[in-house]
């Protein structure tokens, strides 16, 4: 029986990532070229793999498709003196992260060198703690688009020599044309070039592969802007009438209580506001829209890239069987369709112990579903009436909206 005085042995380190920039060696200090000296593998891409050619004399492996090939590869030399190399800072969009998922801390050594960003920032002059840093490597470019507010500092990571017109194009067709676009290519080494231009009239050819672009944003009158709280103009969706309304949302979002890293089910999401602004929230939050009609679900796919959160995820289909086979929510929304047979119950059921629940009801059949719930559960029962200021002939008036009754529920933990 093992001696419970004695802790187990901790592998020793056997893996090394180092950082590596444009600079190649010549940026690196004694102990990451002693690392790759002694390595008996070193893992890179093709031109990290150049770079430090002269220092290795072990076994050479560029990154293979897909990538899990590679990180399969490490694996497999486990307790072999192995380097990999990376970009800049391993740990910051690197491949650092993804090994980490893998690999224990106590069997890894990072030498970290500066990221592109730090890279960046020190050449505009720019503190980087108050600069958004956005990578669009091989992500949509819609990702920048929450971060667009007028004087704004943003570096973002492009995928290629394209991304930086393509960014361009993008500003100029959401209002943000006015704004200063510095192209930063090869940060580091001998083809390093740095250039400004105006984003609506962006005209930069034959750009570095390696590059990132400085925005300094200027916004037009027009500029889709989008506001930092919840309760977004409902103007700013595409719907069909089919939309929780401005109030009613950050009433709902409220109730909902995001909390970093969680997952919400928008079932009966119409045109998607609920989910898009959970993920607004912070960028860490997930939700999935589950919507029967297909040109609604359309409409939220369209709606989420114009909110830069292309990665809500739309579910077509009716519910509850649309909802098998999901992750476990941590918040559930239930809108329109909240009344049909069985779905109410599978949400319930489906909820995490400890989940919050949030329903609305604006027909009388759902809020009777609200009202058994609040019976059966507890919960929290509160009537929402909203009215608006309308012309009344040569005067004005208050014309009530549709009253909303919105039962808010927390699921008791497991004990």
């Known amino acids: 029986m093992p001696d419970p005085s004695v802790s187990p042995a901790v592998p020793a ?33 093709a031109r990290h793999l150049e770079l430090a050619a002269d220092a290795i004399s072990g076994e050479r492996h560029a990154w293979l498709s897909p990538f899990e090939r590679s990180v399969e590869a490490v694996l497999a030399a486990r307790g072999r003196p192995v380097v990999v190399l990376a970009s800049g800072d391993p740990f910051f ?19 970290p060198a500066p990221s592109s960003f730090s890279l960046a920032a020190s050449r505009m002059g720019w503190a980087l703690q108050d600069t958004v840093c956005v990578s669009l490597h091989g992500r949509p470019l819609d990702l920048i688009r929450p971060h667009l507010h007028p004087g704004s500092c943003i570096l973002a990571l492009t995928s ?6 393509a960014l361009a194009a993008l500003l100029a067709e959401t209002g943000f044309g006015a704004s ?6 090869a940060l ?15 005209a930069l050819e034959d750009i570095d592969m390696l590059n990132v672009c400085a ?64 993920m607004l929230a912070d960028p860490s939050l997930q939700a999935i829209a589950i919507e029967a009609a297909p040109e609604r679900a359309a409409r939220i796919r369209h709606n989420a890239a114009q909110f830069g959160v292309p990665g809500l995820s739309v579910v077509e289909g009716n519910a509850p069987g649309a909802l098998a086979g999901l992750p476990t929510p941590d918040a559930i929304f239930i809108g329109g369709g909240g009344s049909e047979d069985g779905v109410f119950d599978a949400a319930v059921a489906a909820l995490k112990p400890g989940g919050r629940m949030v329903a609305n009801a604006v027909t009388t ?29 040569t005067m004005t008036g208050w014309r009530p909206a549709m009253p909303v009754t919105q039962w808010s529920w927390v699921k008791p933990a497991k004990e």
């Open 13 to 45: 380190p056997w893996l090394t990532i180092v950082g590596i920039g444009e600079d190649g060696l010549a940026g690196l200090g004694d102990a990451a070229k002693a690392a790759i000296a002694g390595a008996e593998i070193v893992f890179g891409g």
């Open 215 to 278: 925005v300094e944003v200027a916004a037009a009158g027009t500029a889709r802007v989008l506001p930092l709280t919840p309760g977004l103009d409902d103007a700013l969706f595409e719907h069909d009438g089919q939309i929780t309304k401005r109030e009613v949302r950050a009433l709902t979002l409220s109730a909902l209580a995001p909390r970093r890293g969680e997952l919400l089910w928008d079932i009966g999401a119409g045109s998607g506001s609920i989910g898009i602004e959970w």
């Open 180 to 185: 200063t676009l510095s192209v930063l290519e």
């Open 93 to 111: 969009y690197g491949v650092g992260v993804t090994l980490s998922r893998k690999i224990p801390r106590s069997e890894m050594i990072v030498v």
């Open 188 to 202: 580091g080494g001998v083809r390093e070039r740095v250039s400004t231009h105006r984003a609506d009239r962006f």
């Open 365 to 393: 059949e759902m809020e009777a579903v609200l009202l058994a719930a609040q019976a059966k559960l507890g919960g929290t029962l509160v009537r929402i009436d909203i009215a608006r200021a309308a012309p009344v002939g």
């Open 160 to 165: 290629d020599g394209d991304g930086p017109a």
